[in-house]
């Protein structure tokens, strides 16, 4: 029977070879710590191995067959589908990929109700976020009125390309420039820098302009009183 959840053996399990979803180490960790709190999990989707008869591969929830085994489990609940390959790489490509996106609102809510439970660092244990995430999440708060933001608080994108002898000149000149006293990050400094030479810059254009002007100046006055005193 297909599309019923069946109770099927561990070693009846295949991973798919061309499983393309993977998880860290911190995540895996934490799927088998909310298995092993509450028992619970959802059923792996599998389907009847093309070329093995009386065993399934596994389409959804390979982490979880691990998690399940690092426990000692000996079955795992599955819904078997009979999907060919074609369906399967669709499959394969879309249900690990296919996830909304969290309402802010409503998240900031669960978590603050978690947190009069649980304390951050247990919470950190099972949820995906880390113990400092969940903190700063949990004492979020929103604006009473909405804030104003004015349009030159926004960074302007500035890209552009340069050969490799140029980016060593840009490099080593950004280098050279004594930043501001404050705490900022590393692209604030390198902007901060480049402002601080383009503005040198203009300043010596300036005074050259001006030295060449009185130059010019200088040179038609005196042109002028070499014509008067002929």
Excluded at 34 to 49: F, H, K, M, Q, S
Excluded at 154 to 163: G, I, M, Q, R
Aim: hydrophobic content about 35%.
């Amino acid at each position: 029977m297909t599309n019923s959840i069946q109770s099927i053996a561990l070693d009846k399990l295949e991973i798919h070879p061309d499983n393309p979803n993977k998880q860290s180490k911190v995540n895996f960790a934490k799927l088998v710590r909310n298995i092993e709190r509450t028992g619970r999990y959802e059923p792996l989707i599998v389907r009847p191995c093309p070329d093995n008869e009386g065993r399934f591969q596994i389409i959804n929830g390979h982490h979880r067959c691990h998690a399940l085994a690092r426990l000692g489990y000996e079955k795992a609940d599955c819904i078997v589908w009979d999907i060919n390959d074609e369906e399967t790489d669709i499959l394969l490509t879309t249900l690990n990929r296919l996830g909304g996106s969290d309402q802010l609102d409503k998240k900031l809510k669960l978590l603050k109700r978690l947190n009069k439970r649980l304390e951050c660092h247990e919470l950190a244990k099972f949820l995906p976020q880390t113990v400092k995430q969940i903190e700063r999440l949990t004492h979020l708060k929103r604006p009473g009125a909405p804030a104003k933001i004015s349009a030159n608080s926004f960074a302007n994108p500035l890209v552009f390309f340069v050969n490799d002898t140029q980016q060593q000149q840009i490099e080593k000149a950004l280098s050279l420039v004594e930043g501001p006293k404050v705490k900022m990050a590393k692209a604030a400094r390198r902007a901060a820098a480049l402002a601080h030479i383009a503005g040198y810059f203009l300043t010596v254009q300036k005074s050259n302009r001006r030295f060449t002007n009185n130059g010019q100046k200088k040179k038609k006055t005196e042109q002028k009183a070499a014509c008067s005193n002929r």
